[in-house]
């Protein structure tokens, strides 16, 4: 079925580097995505978000891409800090079914070493 | 602004009881959303509330109920606790754009 999916399950970064979580969707109606990060017993918390019309957004120390050619998201963190440490999921509302609800990949953990 | 309550942190239930969970806003949002975690996965979509007075099921609805009680609030029941129900529940809202805002979540084990 259609999915949003994530390449690889664990990332681990030294502090300071930059870091790139990538992320694969099926399909090409989707016009929303979201990337969100998700610390140890907490709930998701958002990130950033893109939409379908633009090919890169910015936030603070954060990129988002978005490759519609490929269906390809990446989420670059720069200058990797310990707090970073999380599991990251993108997610896509897909707004053409009609119903306002995302749909999430399974997760990137990202471990940064000191 | 507490932003999305939900009540409780965790449950233990035995098979074939029953409970609620509870889920409240206090951003004026009108669509709120129940989802499951299982370990190592990502959200799945239990039921939405697209405003109050109106609910749909999402990819996952079997075995559970909803009531969106007023535009603050958005109850999740299981009638009959399967220990296949076991998971984290995350409650959120979402307003005029297209973020969702998470609350904490209820980490629910039927044993």
């Known amino acids: 079925g259609e999915s949003v999916g994530l390449h690889l399950p664990t990332l681990s970064v030294q502090e300071g580097d930059n870091s790139i979580i990538n992320c694969a969707y099926s399909?090409?109606?989707?016009?929303?995505f979201i990337w969100y990060k998700q610390e140890s017993g907490k709930g998701p918390q958002f990130i950033i978000d893109i939409r379908s019309n633009m090919d890169k957004r910015q936030g603070q120390r954060v990129t988002v891409l978005l490759n519609k050619t490929v269906k390809h998201l990446s989420l670059q963190i720069a200058a990797t800090q310990p707090g970073d440490s999380a599991v990251y999921f993108c997610a896509e509302n897909r707004a053409y079914t009609g119903r306002r609800a995302l749909t999430f990949g399974s997760g990137t953990r990202l471990q940064v070493q000191p | 602004n507490a932003g999305v309550t939900q009540t409780p942190k965790f449950q233990v239930l035995k098979t074939g009881q029953s409970m609620t969970l509870q889920c409240a806003q206090d951003?004026?949002?009108?669509?709120m959303y129940w989802y499951r975690q299982d370990p190592g996965m990502g959200l799945r979509l239990i039921y939405y509330s697209a405003s109050e007075g109106t609910t749909d099921k999402g990819e996952v609805p079997n075995g559970y109920n909803v009531s969106r009680l007023n535009k603050r609030e958005f109850s999740l029941r299981l009638e009959s606790a399967a220990p296949s129900q076991t998971s984290v529940y995350f409650c959120a809202s979402m307003g005029v754009g297209d973020t969702q805002y998470f609350g904490p979540g209820t980490r629910l084990t039927v044993l």
């Open positions: 951003m004026n949002h009108n669509s």
């Open positions: 399909n090409s109606a989707s016009d929303y």
